[in-house]
Protein backbone atom coordinates (compact mmCIF):
# COMPACT_ATOMS: atom_id res chain seq x y z
CA UNK A 1 0.00 0.00 0.00
CA UNK A 2 1.08 3.23 -0.91
CA UNK A 3 1.61 5.98 2.33
CA UNK A 4 -1.30 8.23 2.85
CA UNK A 5 -0.81 11.60 1.12
CA UNK A 6 -1.59 13.93 3.95
CA UNK A 7 -3.40 16.21 1.25
CA UNK A 8 -7.17 15.35 2.42
CA UNK A 9 -8.91 12.23 3.78
CA UNK A 10 -9.93 9.98 1.40
CA UNK A 11 -13.49 9.55 1.02
CA UNK A 12 -13.61 5.74 0.57
CA UNK A 13 -11.94 5.67 4.20
CA UNK A 14 -14.38 4.65 7.24
CA UNK A 15 -14.06 7.02 9.57
CA UNK A 16 -15.41 6.99 13.26
CA UNK A 17 -15.08 9.51 15.95
CA UNK A 18 -14.77 7.60 20.07
CA UNK A 19 -15.21 10.16 22.98
CA UNK A 20 -15.98 10.21 26.64
CA UNK A 21 -18.37 12.35 28.19
CA UNK A 22 -16.56 12.90 31.23
CA UNK A 23 -13.09 13.81 28.77
CA UNK A 24 -11.54 17.04 30.21
CA UNK A 25 -8.83 16.98 27.70
CA UNK A 26 -11.34 16.64 24.55
CA UNK A 27 -14.69 17.49 25.09
CA UNK A 28 -17.48 15.96 23.39
CA UNK A 29 -18.78 18.97 22.20
CA UNK A 30 -15.45 19.59 20.37
CA UNK A 31 -15.56 15.93 19.08
CA UNK A 32 -18.83 16.43 17.73
CA UNK A 33 -17.25 19.93 15.86
CA UNK A 34 -14.39 17.67 14.30
CA UNK A 35 -16.55 14.67 12.87
CA UNK A 36 -19.18 17.04 11.62
CA UNK A 37 -17.18 17.05 8.25
CA UNK A 38 -16.69 13.75 7.64
CA UNK A 39 -20.66 13.07 8.48
CA UNK A 40 -19.93 11.11 10.99
CA UNK A 41 -21.57 11.54 14.96
CA UNK A 42 -19.18 10.56 17.84
CA UNK A 43 -19.31 7.59 19.31
CA UNK A 44 -19.82 8.82 23.56
CA UNK A 45 -18.61 6.18 25.77
CA UNK A 46 -18.85 6.99 29.84
CA UNK A 47 -15.68 7.74 31.68
CA UNK A 48 -12.57 9.92 31.08
CA UNK A 49 -9.50 10.39 28.42
CA UNK A 50 -8.50 6.97 28.38
CA UNK A 51 -11.19 4.30 27.94
CA UNK A 52 -8.17 1.90 26.70
CA UNK A 53 -6.94 2.11 30.04
CA UNK A 54 -9.85 2.54 32.76
CA UNK A 55 -12.79 0.49 30.70
CA UNK A 56 -10.70 -1.68 28.07
CA UNK A 57 -13.61 -4.13 27.63
CA UNK A 58 -16.05 -1.61 26.95
CA UNK A 59 -13.57 0.29 24.48
CA UNK A 60 -13.15 -3.20 22.68
CA UNK A 61 -17.04 -3.82 22.86
CA UNK A 62 -17.82 -0.56 21.21
CA UNK A 63 -15.07 -0.78 18.91
CA UNK A 64 -16.49 -4.35 17.41
CA UNK A 65 -20.01 -2.73 17.80
CA UNK A 66 -18.59 0.01 15.15
CA UNK A 67 -17.06 -2.39 12.60
CA UNK A 68 -20.02 -4.66 12.73
CA UNK A 69 -22.93 -2.09 12.10
CA UNK A 70 -22.99 -2.06 8.10
CA UNK A 71 -25.69 0.93 8.30
CA UNK A 72 -23.22 2.78 9.65
CA UNK A 73 -20.41 1.94 6.51
CA UNK A 74 -23.37 1.85 3.83
Same mark, same amino acid.
Given at each position: ?5 ? $? ?12 ? $?? $? *? ?16 ? *? ?25 ? $? ?5
Amino acid at each position: PEPFPG $DGWPGNVRSAFVCC $DD $D *PVQLVATARAQAAPFGVE *PLVLPGSHSPFLSRPAELADALVALLD $DEARWG
